[in-house]
Each structure stands twice: as structure tokens, then as C-alpha cells.
């Protein structure tokens, strides 16, 4: 995003001290932000954006340009031209049963409200 973000910068042909300023904040601000010592937020983004008179979906669009072509899913499973396509219905099934088997498990599941019995199927 910072790589994006850098690019904007030179498309609009502003400069870091000049967007500093114009955000009521100290020289270098933005250059903190961006090298990675200050944590970049959303409020930094949308606030450098206004700053610059760029629309979020412009940025957003030249930021899904960026990713597109480096975009590599972490895992594909083996083309198996050998077995038939799985039945829909039953990877809704799997799929149901996974999910309640997640939610039923006490680590990490999130809490009723008080007063609110368990659901039963």
C-alpha cells in the first residue's frame, strides 16, 4: 500500500513536506508513516487522500492494478481430471458441519448476550 501510495505522491506531484503541512502535521510525518515507523491507519490514508484532492476509489483502484499481477493464491489443490466435480450439496453439508464444529468449540467462541439461551437444531 505504501508503494501505491508513493505513486499517487508523484502522479499529483506533491511533495512529503508539502502533505505534512497541509495534515497539521511536523515535517517528516509522512515520511515516518510510509518507512514503517509510525503505524499507517485508514484516518492517515483518508486524511493524505483529502489532502491531495484524490478520490479513496481512485487510490483503491491504482491499488488493485498493483496487487493484480503478483496476486498468487497461497494453495491450489491438484487438478484431478480423473474424479468426477464434488456435489454441491454435499459441500454445503461440509461445510455446515465445520462451521459448527468451530463455533461449538469453547476457545475463542464468542459470547451470548446474558439472558440468551444456547440454539439447538
Same mark, same amino acid.
Given at each position: 500500500?505504501?508503494?501505491?501510495?508513493?505513486?499517487? %505522491?508523484?502522479?499529483?506531484?506533491?511533495?512529503?513536506?508539502? %502533505?505534512?503541512?497541509?495534515?497539521?502535521?511536523?515535517?517528516?510525518?509522512?515520511?515516518?508513516?510510509?518507512?514503517?515507523?509510525?503505524?499507517?491507519?485508514?484516518?492517515?490514508l483518508f486524511k493524505w487522500l483529502e489532502a491531495m484532492d484524490v478520490a479513496p476509489d481512485?487510490?483503491?483502484? %491504482?491499488?488493485?492494478?498493483?496487487?493484480?499481477?503478483?496476486?498468487?493464491?497461497?494453495?491450489?489443490?491438484?487438478?484431478?481430471?480423473? %474424479?468426477?466435480?464434488? #456435489?454441491?450439496?454435499?459441500? #454445503?453439508?461440509?461445510?455446515?458441519?465445520?462451521?459448527?464444529?468451530?463455533?461449538?468449540?469453547?476457545?475463542?467462541?464468542?459470547?451470548?448476550?446474558?439472558?440468551?439461551?444456547?440454539?439447538?437444531?
Amino acid at each position: 500500500m505504501e508503494m501505491t501510495f508513493r505513486q499517487l %505522491l508523484v502522479r499529483t506531484g506533491m511533495e512529503m513536506h508539502t %502533505l505534512d503541512r497541509r495534515c497539521g502535521k511536523a515535517p517528516g510525518y509522512t515520511s515516518q508513516v510510509l518507512c514503517g515507523r509510525v503505524r499507517m491507519t485508514f484516518h492517515h490514508l483518508f486524511k493524505w487522500l483529502e489532502a491531495m484532492d484524490v478520490a479513496p476509489d481512485e487510490f483503491f483502484q %491504482l491499488l488493485a492494478e498493483n496487487l493484480r499481477p503478483s496476486y498468487q493464491p497461497s494453495y491450489r489443490p491438484p487438478y484431478r481430471p480423473d %474424479l468426477p466435480p464434488p #456435489d454441491p450439496e454435499e459441500l #454445503d453439508e461440509l461445510i455446515g458441519r465445520i462451521a459448527k464444529q468451530l463455533m461449538n468449540r469453547k476457545k475463542g467462541s464468542p459470547q451470548r448476550p446474558a439472558g440468551e439461551k444456547p440454539k439447538t437444531d
